[in-house]
């Protein structure tokens, strides 16, 4: 649905076995919102992937993303949240 997932199909709107996300490594943290999840490695860096409504995947994009997209517009990121409809990130 939308992508949320982070497997790289569109057509996939669920999956009841844990799936390997391609493109990310060393996470430490997933919160998964409405439409988008967000991901967050030991090193500070975050990625989103999902609906991009609202700017809620916190990249330049107004496109859905089915794969991990990594946000370079902060630095240091300590935390992630995904909620319903925003995305909240604590540096």
Same mark, same amino acid.
């Given at each position: 649905?939308? &992508?949320?997932? !982070?497997? %790289?199909? &569109?057509?996939?709107?669920?999956?009841?076995?844990p799936t390997?996300?391609? %493109?990310?490594? !060393?996470?430490?943290?997933?919160?998964? !919102? &409405?439409?988008?999840?967000? =991901?967050?490695?030991?090193?500070?860096?975050?990625?989103?992937? %999902?609906? =991009?409504?609202?700017?809620?995947l916190a990249?330049? +994009?107004?496109?859905?993303?089915?794969?991990?997209?990594?946000?370079?517009?902060?630095? %240091?990121i300590k935390?992630?949240? =995904? &909620?319903?409809?925003?995305?909240?990130?604590? +540096?």
């Amino acid at each position: 649905m939308e &992508g949320k997932l !982070g497997i %790289g199909s &569109g057509d996939t709107t669920h999956c009841n076995v844990p799936t390997l996300v391609e %493109g990310i490594r !060393g996470i430490q943290k997933v919160s998964c !919102g &409405g439409s988008h999840t967000l =991901a967050l490695n030991f090193e500070g860096d975050a990625y989103s992937w %999902g609906q =991009a409504s609202f700017g809620a995947l916190a990249v330049d +994009t107004i496109h859905n993303s089915l794969q991990p997209i990594q946000i370079t517009s902060l630095n %240091g990121i300590k935390d992630v949240s =995904a &909620g319903a409809r925003h995305s909240l990130f604590l +540096t």
